[in-house]
T-cell receptor, first 114, second 114 residues
Framework: DAGVIQSPRHEVTEMGQEVTLRCKPI?????LFWYRQTMMRGLELLIY????????DSGMPEDRFSAKMPNASFSTLKIQPSEPRDSAVYFC????????????FGPGTRLTVL | GDSVTQMEGPVTLSEEAFLTINCTYT??????LFWYVQYPGEGLQLLLK?????DKGSNKGFEATYRKETTSFHLEKGSVQVSDSAVYFC?????????????FGKGTLLTVNP
């Protein structure tokens, strides 16, 4: 299996622009997670989906962030408008399901907002 | 609530030194426990896990034993290599309704010098 795929790997944009990050989970995995990692705050869970349905979005920082999962093989995380404090590495992860299952992480998207 | 406390870093060792990274957790019940590793520029990947009390997880020379009496899951390796330089995260699944969320520690940066 190819593992979790994320694109782009790097994104540089200017403040105020819309940013869309993409994720393809491992085939057959029922859960998909979006995380953000910064030096200051560490690893934060933003939102997760089960069978394409958002289950917990309590970690989404504000209304500028939105996430969708239109089908089992694709998810997006959108930031609009972007701000410099959104600069971080964003990870997508997926798991087969069940309490305590291993989460498989993608390589991440490094976002820089100027 | 759920929490994971792991040793503050950074940790710097010489090659072939002994490694311990402490991890303690707070949770309801006896969840699975995980150690994830993040190599530079990559996403997190599972290093090892233990699913019940007294279990020992092991991989790549690393070991950790699930101690319910001390609510600990310390990571050890007898002889580290330069290639072990990475950030190590201890984690466990949430005890509450959102069982599919993982609670991560803040991460411990390990640098191994030749």
């Amino acid at each position: 299996d190819a593992g979790v795929i994320q694109s782009p790997r790097h994104e540089v944009t200017e403040m105020g622009q819309e940013v869309t990050l993409r994720c393809k989970p491992i085939s057959g995995h029922d859960y998909l997670f979006w995380y953000r990692q910064t030096m200051m705050r560490g690893l934060e869970l933003l939102i997760y989906f089960n069978n394409n349905v958002p289950i917990d979005d309590s970690g989404m920082p504000e209304d500028r962030f939105s996430a969708k999962m239109p089908n089992a093989s694709f998810s997006t995380l959108k930031i609009q408008p972007s701000e410099p404090r959104d600069s971080a590495v964003y990870f997508c992860a997926s798991t087969l399901g069940g309490w305590g299952d291993t989460q498989y992480f993608g390589p991440g998207t490094r976002l820089t907002v100027l | 609530g759920d929490s994971v406390t792991q040793m503050e870093g950074p940790v710097t060792l010489s090659e072939e030194a002994f490694l311990t990274i402490n991890c303690t957790y707070t949770a309801t019940g006896y969840p699975s426990l995980f150690w994830y590793v993040q190599y530079p520029g990559e996403g997190l990947q599972l290093l090892l896990k233990a699913t019940k009390a007294d279990d020992k997880g092991s991989n790549k020379g690393f070991e950790a034993t699930y101690r319910k009496e001390t609510t600990s899951f310390h990571l050890e390796k007898g002889s580290v290599q330069v290639s072990d330089s990475a950030v190590y995260f201890c984690a466990h699944p949430n005890s509450g309704g959102s069982n599919y969320k993982l609670t991560f520690g803040k991460g411990t940066l390990l640098t191994v010098n030749p």
